[in-house]
């Protein structure tokens, strides 16, 4: 009950509400372009690598931008750079919905367009946990942190649901109509919230982006804590999320799906990861961060490694839902451990660590469209599940805050 009473505390507060709506309407937006421009790729070219291109430089701005936009963060307000965020993916948004209306969109138009989206979630993961965070404060943390992720989770299963709907009946240009819906949401949602409320601890002062970047890369190699935290979401990146990019073509070319199914095929991760973050919001387990996130990293490769033999819908569903169980444990405590470990004044500097180390995913997507050009994407998925694991092992051995409870 304390979780509950938590969560209705923090959404009583109007800043923290608009800041976590902002959030529910970029995440919906994402993961529907993330299916939709998918099952586009692989309608208009039938090549699996084709289709992870797109979440490759999807990921690109992930990795390049990622710790420059935590170092300027640092250094004034998050806000802004939000602000800056949603209006580039509403005017992206805006762009491909006339060039579709009017018949000149194609695949290389959908692969930079995929781009900018990825600019826009590079500073969307970097800042908005970190101000939701800062409102909740150190006693509200986890609570905070892990209704944030649970909300995330559901968006995951959202967007993809709208948007294999909107797209078997309306085509590509209903769900980006729809995404331009919702960044316009968000962003009225960030006009509305008070600049000096969402960042209540000290901004760093006024030094060289460089010399703030090289401090941050200095306490996450030093600190053998943050540094397998950070491998953590690194492993994660390159070797369990790509299994994300292979729904759509595994829908298309091994179940036989249309587009709506495929869309309800990939919720069924983020209904998983719902439900799971809603459980360590609301029960607070005693297991630990570290190894919430540790073993909910393995349980999420084991789980792909299994969906890669299956050829039947209904358990490749039930597949995916205990993959998105599994990264519930990833998702609700990356943010949290880092926040948590993070000096006030860094937070954001390794938050844009964190989002370089997610950028990462774009050399899996790659290993992974070339694997299934290869080899076929079922296939693929288990060579690279097995190649995760045992990354996970040697991550696993030797860090002595994992095994240790009164770290975990």
Known sequence: MNGFRVIWQLLGESDYRRIWITGLCSGVSRWLEVLAVGVYAFEV?????????????????LMIFGSVIGALADRSTPRRYMIAAMVLGLAASAVVCV???????????AAGTATVFGLVWSVDMTLRRRMLGDLAGKERLVTALSFESASNNSTRMLGPL?????????????????????????????VRTH??????TQIAAPTRIMADLREAFSLAVNDRDIF????????FNVWAFPFMSMIPVIGAERLHLNPTWIGVLASMEGMGALFGALVIAIANPSIGLRRLYFFGTVAFMAFAFIAGFITIPVLMAIAILCVGLSASGFSAMQST?????????????????????IGTGLIGTANMGLMAEWVGAATAIRIVAVEGLIAMAAIGFGWRELWNRQHA
């Open 99 to 109: 060039l579709l209306l009017i018949g000149l969109a194609n695949y290389w138009v």
């Open 195 to 200: 600049p000096g409320d969402t960042s209540k």
């Open 45 to 61: 070219t039938g090549s699996p690598f084709l289709v992870a291109f797109v979440f490759v430089i999807r990921m690109a701005p």
């Open 228 to 235: 397998r935290i950070l491998l953590v979401t690194a492993v």
């Open 162 to 190: 709208l948007g294999g709907v909107l797209y078997h009946s309306i085509g590509p240009v209903g769900a980006f109509g729809l995404m331009l819906i919702l960044y316009a949401i968000a962003l009225f949602m960030l």
């Open 337 to 357: 451990l880092i926040y948590s470990v993070a000096p006030p004044n860094m937070r954001s500097r390794l938050f844009g660590l964190v989002v370089i180390c």
